[in-house]
Nanobody, 126 residues
């Protein structure tokens, strides 16, 4: 069973940076589509960024140019570098994996992702 464990969240001032990590274990494959989602209080979960097995990335318009998704060479750790943070980035951030993607992300909404971490909280103050 795939397990995803996020870390790296915290509280920062606007304009600051954080780097989130997601450690994957239990049999992930290099073909999986990996993603970061976030959910602010009272709002729906939304995609932040995805990276396919081929390395193709996508970003939500709200984070383009500020966030960068990446993986280590072994593809066992997923990262999200977050720069120029804004108060509206405050949310619980979740790591997710889609085991049916086979090198290309099938979709960008939560319904396509079958493994989830428990999340790490990011709070940005003004």
């Amino acid at each position: 069973q795939v397990q995803l464990v996020e870390s790296g969240g915290g509280s920062v001032r606007a304009g600051g940076s954080l780097r989130l990590s997601c450690a994957a274990s239990g049999g992930t494959s290099s073909t999986y589509c990996m993603a970061w989602f976030r959910q602010a209080s009272g709002k729906e979960r939304e995609r932040v960024a995805t990276i396919s097995g081929r390395g193709t990335t996508t970003y939500a318009d709200s984070v383009k140019g500020r966030f960068t998704i990446s993986q280590d060479n072994a593809k066992t750790t997923l990262f999200l570098q977050m720069d120029s943070l804004k108060p509206e980035d405050t949310a619980m951030y979740y790591c997710a994996a889609d085991r049916f993607s086979f090198d290309i992300c099938r979709g960008l909404t939560p319904i396509y992702f079958n493994f989830w971490g428990r999340g790490t909280q990011v709070t940005v103050s003004s």
